[in-house]
Each structure stands twice: as structure tokens, then as C-alpha cells.
Nanobody, 121 residues
Framework: VQLVESGGGSVQAGGSLSLSCSASRYRHCMGWFRQSPGKAREAVAAMNGGGDVYYAEPVKGRFTISRDESKNMLYLQMNGLKPEDAGLYYC????????????????????WGQGTQVTVS
């Protein structure tokens, strides 16, 4: 499965960006991770086919994950961006369910995109 992210860019604090991820095949669980310089990669949000969604605490209420299963697309709408949201955002996917605990574990994901950069100043 190939994943291709798009939509990153530079924005001022308080602004918005929308990320997209195109998947070559359907996978039940798709999610977003991010990595800032000097930090470990962290889970941002994930979504099962059928609609269960999961968010990391720092982004709740500001980010919205969504999918278009007919197009194998994953989206992340990011509002109220903060400097600490900056980083390389990765799309990830796995065939099983996201899982209440496992959704945030990157070792459970089989497929990864190359990442798209988000800069917040």
C-alpha cells in the first residue's frame, strides 16, 4: 500500500491547514503521526473505516480527521495551529482496527507515507 501526503505548508499561529493522504488501497485504520526536530514521532489522530475516531489530547478540539473511503483518502483539518504543532506529518495505515490503545502505537502500522512538512510561526 502506498500512501502519499499533501497539503503541508507554512502558516502563522492561529491559522489553519488541511492535509490529505491518498492510499493506493483500502486499509481499515488510517492515521496521522507527526515528528518535530529532536522529538520522537507521536500519534495525532486516527480513524477506522466506519467512523471511530481517536485524537491525541493536544489536538482535541482543534484538529478534525476524516476519510473518503470511496477514494481511499484521509484528511486532517488543522485549526488554531500553534508553534508546537509544527513538524513532519506522516500518514499511516494498517489493516486491522485502530484500537483504543494501539491507535497511537506506530509499531502497529504497516504502511507509511513520506511525510509533509507543517511550519507554524
Amino acid at each position: 500500500v502506498q500512501l502519499v501526503e499533501s497539503g503541508g505548508g507554512s502558516v502563522q499561529a492561529g491559522g489553519s491547514l488541511s492535509l490529505s493522504c491518498s492510499a493506493s488501497r483500502y486499509r481499515h485504520c488510517m492515521g496521522w503521526f507527526r515528528q518535530s526536530p529532536g522529538k520522537a514521532r507521536e500519534a495525532v489522530a486516527a480513524m477506522n473505516g466506519g467512523g471511530d475516531v481517536y485524537y491525541a489530547e493536544p489536538v482535541k478540539g482543534r484538529f478534525t480527521i476524516s476519510r473518503d473511503e470511496s477514494k481511499n483518502m484521509l484528511y486532517l483539518q488543522m485549526n488554531g495551529l500553534k508553534p508546537e504543532d509544527a513538524g513532519l506529518y506522516y500518514c499511516a495505515a494498517k489493516n486491522g482496527p485502530c484500537g483504543f490503545e494501539s491507535w497511537r502505537r506506530e509499531d502497529t502500522y504497516n504502511h507509511w507515507g513520506q511525510g509533509t512538512q507543517v511550519t507554524v510561526s
